[in-house]
């Protein structure tokens, strides 16, 4: 019996476009004969299964299941294709840890710690990893031009 694929999608960030050419890519390379696929795109208007001819139904968030010619489908196995928030900053990760479903990626800590580069940084200089000098600037907080340059050396 072929085990049953998620596709996962879309996002919730400029990066979903980048995403939607992803899947397309996994998907054209997915052995066909072992594995049946189904593509699942995450947008502001939904959790949305989309059949290959394009028609849309809600996933059922309770156990990220859909239902295809009135049969539940659940999954073995998620491979996840989203570029950007949820799916590189541990979210989906998370929902995937809670109902117990397996996925592509990292665990949801490493996740999120890795999307917030700032945090990344910090934690490889704390393991003794050579990193640039850096300085986490704050989008309404004013910073001085020699603060800048005092911590930061330029060419």
């Known amino acids: 019996m072929k085990k049953k694929i998620a596709l996962v999608t879309g996002g919730l ?82 929902y995937f840890d809670m109902i117990g479903l397996p996925y592509t990626s990292c665990d949801a800590a490493t996740s999120a710690l890795t999307f917030n580069k700032r945090y990344t940084v910090a934690v490889a200089a704390f393991g003794g990893i050579n990193v640039a000098k850096s300085l986490h600037i704050f989008k309404h907080t004013p910073i001085a031009i020699n603060t800048i340059l005092q911590n930061l050396q330029l060419p």
């Open 13 to 94: 960030s400029g990066e979903a476009e980048i995403s939607y050419k992803s899947v397309v890519t996994v998907g054209n390379n997915i052995d066909r004969d072992k594995f049946d696929v189904y593509t699942i795109d995450i947008n502001y208007s939904g959790w949305w299964f989309v059949s290959v001819d394009g028609q849309r139904s809600t996933v059922n968030k309770s156990d990220f299941s859909i239902e295809v010619a009135s049969e539940k489908i659940t999954f073995d196995a998620v491979l996840l294709c989203i570029h950007g928030t949820p799916g590189e900053d541990g979210k989906l990760q998370g």
